[in-house]
């Protein structure tokens, strides 16, 4: 590999003069740069990104820590902020936790210690939060409201409200006896999409049931096969998120139940997956785009001293497809 030095001695000049020719700190003669442009060009040589960021006390790089990369929702965001990060000139380092916090801990510590520009974090860690109010490089937390003072700003969907549509729209599709399968409450997301539910059914005079879940596609199957040893007569089923409703899905096929002629089905999220499977499915859609497009603009606006918002509150809608069936479609 190249060094400054050998650089310096073919422009026959010296290496702080190669440093502020790349940098562009300070005014360097005409005929100099040219000759220390051309001497980049012949050797092809690239400087050291991490020591240019010690230099700079910028890396414009953005850390994405995220508590699961296979679910599709956490893809799918991540590389909305990628896209974003590239479109200004910055990249990102995505870091998977597993929800472990100490994994999450360490991921943090590197970020910090590789001069990341900012973290945009998912995290469901109660230890994890205390430690981003004292994060010396902006955060801004996504999908999860974490309590106290953690990070620089605060991107979610309205889950209340995506709970809500998610089991009116099955009371109007007839439901009578309707299943959440409810996300972790110690999310901010399960406890407010659980909350949207159980308003419905008080409005509607309906008896609440639920099954406890996570996140994740084989918990939506043992959760199936619990619902129905639990609620045997359940014509209507909430699921915590997209990956679960397909797990669903599959599980009860699989036991002969019809959906949605004898069960109707719908999830949240709208990930890519959701449209892609046959039948395509029901779901409350949250912009996943938008929220990661966003997180990237927020980091990019502190970096560049622009103001941003701190809370951020995106809306939802109700998506039809086929796992569902309003009444009036049941009587054709």
């Not at 005409?30 to 230099?55: D, H, M, S, W």
């Not at 209507?236 to 002629?261: F, H, Q, W």
């Amino acid at each position: 590999m190249t060094s400054i030095r050998e650089v310096a001695k073919i422009a026959g000049v010296s290496p702080a003069t190669v440093s502020r020719v790349m940098n562009g700190t300070a005014n360097v003669d005409e005929k100099k740069r040219q000759r220390v442009l051309e001497a980049i060009e012949k050797t092809g040589f690239r400087p050291n990104e991490l020591a240019r960021a010690l230099y700079k006390k910028s890396s414009r790089m953005i850390g994405v820590i995220v508590p699961d990369i296979e679910n599709p929702f956490f893809s799918e965001l991540s590389k909305a902020v990628e896209e974003q990060a590239y479109r200004t000139g910055y990249r990102i380092l995505l870091c998977n936790s597993d929800d472990d916090p100490q994994k999450e801990m360490m991921n943090i510590q590197m970020l910090v210690q590789m001069k990341a520009d900012g973290i945009i974090i998912t995290t469901n860690c109660d230890s994890t939060s205390r430690v981003l109010g004292d994060c010396p490089i902006p955060v801004v937390v996504v999908d999860r409201k974490l309590k106290g003072e953690s990070g620089t700003a605060f991107i979610e969907a309205d889950h209340y409200k995506g709970g809500r549509l998610a089991a009116r729209h099955l009371v109007e599709c007839g439901c009578k006896n309707i299943v959440c399968l409810q996300g972790p409450l110690a999310y901010s997301s399960g406890r407010q999409r659980y909350q949207g539910y159980l308003d419905i059914c008080e409005k509607y005079g309906l008896k609440e049931q639920h099954v406890n879940c996570t996140y994740d596609y084989e918990a939506g199957r043992r959760a199936a096969g619990e619902l129905m040893r639990r609620f045997p007569d359940t014509d209507g089923i909430i699921a915590c998120n997209d990956m679960v409703a397909i797990s669903v899905y599959k599980e009860l096929t699989a036991r002969g139940r019809r959906i949605p002629e004898e069960i109707q089905l719908i999830g949240f999220d709208d990930i890519k997956f959701s449209r892609m499977c046959t039948p395509e499915l029901t779901t409350v859609s949250q912009p996943i785009r938008e929220m990661g497009s966003l997180a990237a603009g927020i980091i990019i606006r502190h970096v560049e001293g622009e103001e941003f918002l701190q809370e951020n509150v995106f809306d939802v809608k109700l998506v039809e497809r086929d796992t569902t069936r309003r009444k009036k479609e049941q009587k054709k």
